[in-house]
Structures are given as C-alpha cells and as structure tokens.
C-alpha cells in the first residue's frame, strides 16, 4: 500500500506506515543558528571536562540509560546531551535516574536558554552600564531583556479530554479557514485552520489529538510576512504528519512555518514516537504562523472562527460528533452556509493549573 493511501476497508487499523526521518533534519532545529552554534559547543567542552575529570558520574549515567542508539553526532554522555538531537534515536534516562528532570519543569521552555542567556542576558549587560551612565536610559534595554525571557515561557495547560477533539497546535489568532476537496496525505476532503502567532503569544506548539508520528519534512525557505498568501508556500517549514491512535484512525498535518521574524522552527519529536493530546511538540521562535490541515468527514463541527483568539492544547478547533458523547454541544458544520462558529464547546479538563 502506498504510504500516503487512506485504508478503506478498516477504519480501525492503522492507515500508514512509518516514514524514515529526512537527511536534511539533523537536530530538533534544523535551520541552525547562532545560538544552536554556541550551545552545541558548549557541549563539547563540557563533554570533555566530563570524560577527563568526572569518568565515575560518566558510567554512573551510561548504567542508567535506556534505549537501542541512534545516529547521534556525538556521544551522549548524560541527558543535556540529548537536548538537540532527541529526534536522531531512542537514548533516555527514566526520570528517577535524570538528575536533570527538574529542567522540565520549569515554566520556561528549555529550547530558549542560549537565546535568554545570549540575547537577554547581553541586554542587560547594555542596561546595567547605561544605567550607571544614566538610568533613564537602561529602560529600553532592560525590558528587551525581560520580553526574551517571557517570549520563551512555558505555561502549563489544562487540556480537554472528551473524545474527538481536535485542539489548537499553537497560540495566536485564526486568520484563515478554508477547505479542500482533496488532501493527499489525509485521502480525501479536508479542513486547513492557519493560525497566527505574534510576539506575545506563547510560542510552543502541542498536539492537536493523540497522535503516533509518522513522518516529518523540513523545507528551507524564504522568511515573508507569515501573514501573507505566499509564506505558506515559500517559508521555511516544518511538517509534522500524524495518524490518530484511538479509532477512528485518521491523519493530520500540522506545519509550522517560519516568519519575518521567527527564523527558527523548533520539533523534537521523531517518527514512530506517540503523543499525547495537547502534549508540546516544538516552538517556532519569535512571531510566525501554524496550519493543521484534518478530515473533513459527516458530523465534524467547527468551533472557531477567523479572528478568535486560540490557546494551544485547550481551545477546541473542531469535534467530530460521531466520536464524542450525545450530550456534546455542536459548532457551526463544516460547509455549512451559517459562517458562524459556535462557541468552544467544553470538554473535560485534565486536573492541573493554566496560567
């Protein structure tokens, strides 16, 4: 069977196969950067100091790491070394043998700790010495400083749970909505929400249902205005294609693309690895836009539209009803010649705190 070919006689079994992961993905951050640069050769002086000075707490580590290998760049001696390159193979340590799993959580994404201690700690470098010059002046670079660090937050969301749902992937605004008769790697009609991030919405992307990924592709692009037609077809993007894990099996694609800003597209996860529903995936660094393209099917019932405000992994995009219990309330039909979207409809929160 063709990998991108919808299986029509069992809707219950597993549509595609896994795809490998591509030559060009050879990091969680595929486009590089400057940042990248410096904190991957910070890890090869700390990799040495640790093999010279410290080879006891190196096979204390290598004692507890799980997994088959990978194609890893370089030797991963304990867990900060997997931070870019998760997605090259299986290597983990479980989190009672982590000693660094309180990293995780923190309310800033990991991802963003060479921008903060470069970017943000070097502005208030410049405001500490305009401040002994003159204070009025250290304002500007002083609340740079604190707009990175709370650029790369990290909230932790309550996420619905009531069957099919399809949540939003990302912060920001809905700014298109549109429908195809023909999606092929979905096999047949379907539905493409774009969203937009601007600098102040929070940047990391999540899980629209649960999911098993199947195959990712990285394109190297221009960086247009992500609000323009041609940024979807010309930007740097990343695809991440999904296949939902409870029945009915269906396929999504969800693609962050980069904008004039954001020049950086962030996704840690590999193929064959399954999420969670409303889980993180990736973040795109500093404004930019997200799609999520899913099947348009009988009963799917839209819950936004353009122009609302969405939050990743707890605003409802869409629910299909058959999936979900009587009781559910219903949002505008997918072609339907209302043009209004119902209210998000509720679903059962997973127990936890939403900042």
């Keep these: ?18 795809e490998p992961l591509p030559a060009n993905i050879d990091s969680i951050q595929p486009g590089g950067g400057v940042c990248l640069s410096c904190e991957l050769a910070w890890g090869r002086c700390r990799r040495w100091y640790l093999r010279r000075f410290r080879p006891a707490y190196v096979a204390r ?12 760049p370089h030797d991963i001696l304990d867990p900060r070394d997997l931070k870019f390159h998760r997605n090259l193979g299986d290597l983990h340590w479980p989190a009672a043998a982590d000693p660094f799993a309180w990293r995780e959580r923190l309310p800033i994404a990991r991802v963003g700790w060479a921008e903060i201690l470069l970017l943000g700690g070097g502005l208030a470098l410049v405001a500490g010495a305009l401040a002994a010059v003159c204070w009025p002046l250290a304002l500007v670079p002083a609340a740079a400083a604190l707009f990175v660090v709370y650029f790369f937050r990290h909230p932790p969301r309550r996420v619905p749970e009531a069957a099919g749902l399809v949540l939003a992937p990302a912060d920001g605004r809905v700014f298109a909505i549109r429908e195809v008769e023909h999606d092929e790697f979905v096999g047949g009609p379907a539905v493409v929400i774009d969203i937009f991030l601007s600098v102040f919405n929070v940047h990391l992307n999540r899980v629209p249902m649960g999911c098993r990924v199947l195959g990712l592709t990285y394109r190297p692009g221009k960086f247009l205005n992500a609000l323009r037609p041609r940024a979807a077809q010309e930007n740097e993007a990343l695809e991440v294609r999904l296949e939902t894990t409870s029945p009915p099996i269906r396929g999504l694609r969800v693609r962050q693309i980069a904008g004039a800003i954001a020049r950086r597209i962030v996704c840690w996860v590999r193929p064959g690895e399954h999420l969670p529903a409303g889980g993180p995936f990736g973040m795109i660094k500093l404004g930019s836009r997200t799609e999520i393209t899913f099947p348009r099917e009988p009963g799917l019932a839209l819950q936004v539209r353009c122009g609302d405000r969405v939050r990743a992994g707890t605003t409802i995009l869409a629910r299909y009803a058959g999936d979900a219990a009587p009781s559910a309330v219903a949002g505008r039909a997918v072609g339907s010649e209302s043009g209004a979207a119902g209210a998000a409809a509720p679903g059962g929160p997973r127990p936890g705190t939403e900042r």
């Design 1 to 18: 069977m063709d990998s991108h070919s919808v299986n029509d006689t069992d809707p219950h079994a597993p549509l595609r196969g896994v």
């Design 61 to 72: 580590l290598r004692s507890t790491r799980q997994g088959v290998g990978g194609t890893y």
